[in-house]
């Protein structure tokens, strides 16, 4: 074992220096139990099996008793580098050169992990183990892949365990511009509708004894899209709809085909569900088709994922707050919805969540890095938000 040292550049470093590309996780896990063990965490190593996927580790630590409960939430897995000749150093070398980390989850997320897991030892250092409340890690070894045994497992053995979280904290990539200016609170949803509309096949000289499924297809995507969904609110953007395939497979020009076929896509706010979507997508086919003999449409759908929000409450405040005090800057952080999926996803089931961590930039790239100063920003700001979260409220 390494010495313990919980200087955030070197704890990064460790960190990229494990080749955990999902499922693997190269001893990335061992470096932050020996670290949180090291200062009077109980980890507890949660290895989960499922006959639908590979097996993950993941670690839960905690520390503290009774009181208002803090976690942090964040993996240790990360994407393939891809062409690894193409990187300026390799991949998990984690090269410093000037005022940049390199390496393959420099960003997205180890860096994260490694500020508050420093935060966590300075406070601790400073408060005591009986500061009056509980922090916990919350650390999966399978994010970036199909996450069956990551996190919603994880958060399953706490319910099980009696475990009460009231506040997460998921540390991706969230900030922009500068550490600390966004804040993500929840995100859009998205399914996937794949209509198929069946007509009866002729020639074009002999329309009337056929059914163009063509123009009913283009007649119901018409409709589709004649007025948009919602206009969006305060934290979301209006709801958007999207045809990204029509296919008639038709190359006879003579020929009124048996099928047409098209999908639409819709990322959608939180003035719906996938539910509302797919009643209000039958109500369309049904203005349509209802009437027509020769014609008729069949439906099926893919929710691939859920819109939620987390309204702001308790902990956004406390992390606004937090952001101005450690940053001396005075504009609020943006509160938003948009990007990509995380395991907020699954958090926010069980606690309020709220997601915040370094500058998302170059997270999945060729020569991922990130800034040496904003490690010690963010680390910085994630102590902050533990003393306001523990003492001043
Ligand atoms: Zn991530």
Redesign the pocket.
């Known amino acids: 074992m390494n010495k313990i040292d919980f200087n955030t550049t070197k704890l990064t470093q460790a960190l990229v220096r494990c080749k955990s590309v999902t499922p693997a996780d190269d001893g990335a896990l061992q470096i932050i139990e020996d670290h949180l063990n090291s200062i009077g965490f109980n980890c507890t190593a949660l290895s989960f099996s499922d006959p639908n996927s590979y097996d993950v580790k993941n670690l839960f630590a905690s520390i503290g008793s009774s009181g208002k409960h803090l976690a942090f939430a ?2 240790t897995d990360v994407v393939p580098a891809g062409n690894e000749e193409s990187w300026r150093f390799p991949p998990f070398s984690a090269t410093i050169e000037n005022d940049k980390l390199y390496g393959r989850g420099a960003e ?2 180890k860096s994260n992990i490694a500020c508050f897991m420093s935060a966590a030892n300075q406070f601790i250092k400073k408060y005591g183990k009986n500061f009056g409340g509980k922090i916990s890690f919350i650390i999966t070894g399978d ?2 892949g199909n996450a069956i045994n990551g996190t919603p497992k994880i958060m399953e053995w706490t319910k099980e365990q009696n475990i009460k979280i009231d506040h997460c904290i998921v ?3 969230t900030s922009d511009k500068a550490i600390g200016d966004k804040i993500k609170i929840g995100r859009r949803g998205s399914i996937n509708f794949f209509l198929t509309v069946k007509g009866i096949q002729g020639h074009t000289a002999n329309g009337h004894r056929a059914e163009n499924p063509v123009h009913h297809l283009t007649k119901l995507l018409t409709n589709i899209l004649s007025e948009p969904l919602d206009n969006g609110n305060e934290y979301f953007l209006a709801t958007s709809i999207q045809v990204p395939t029509f296919d008639v497979g038709n190359s006879a020009h003579n020929v009124i085909p048996e099928y047409a076929r098209a999908t639409i896509n819709i990322r959608f706010n939180d003035h719906h569900t996938a539910e509302s979507l797919i009643n209000w997508i039958k109500i369309k086919i049904n203005e349509v088709f209802a009437d027509l003999k020769n014609a008729s449409c069949s439906l099926t759908e893919e929710i691939s994922a859920r819109s939620f929000i987390n309204k702001k409450g308790e902990l956004t405040d406390i992390m606004s707050k937090s952001i101005a005090e450690a940053t001396g800057r005075n504009e609020k952080p943006q509160l938003a919805t948009d990007g990509g999926t ?2 907020a996803r699954f958090i926010k089931n069980y606690c309020e969540t709220a997601e915040l961590g370094i500058r998302n930039q170059t ?1 999945h790239q060729i020569d991922e890095f990130v800034y040496l100063k904003d490690l010690e920003d963010l680390e910085k700001l994630y102590l902050k938000i533990l003393e306001n979260y523990f003492f001043k409220n």
């Open positions: 964040g993996h997205d997320m994010e970036e540390g991706e990539p995380s395991d997270l």
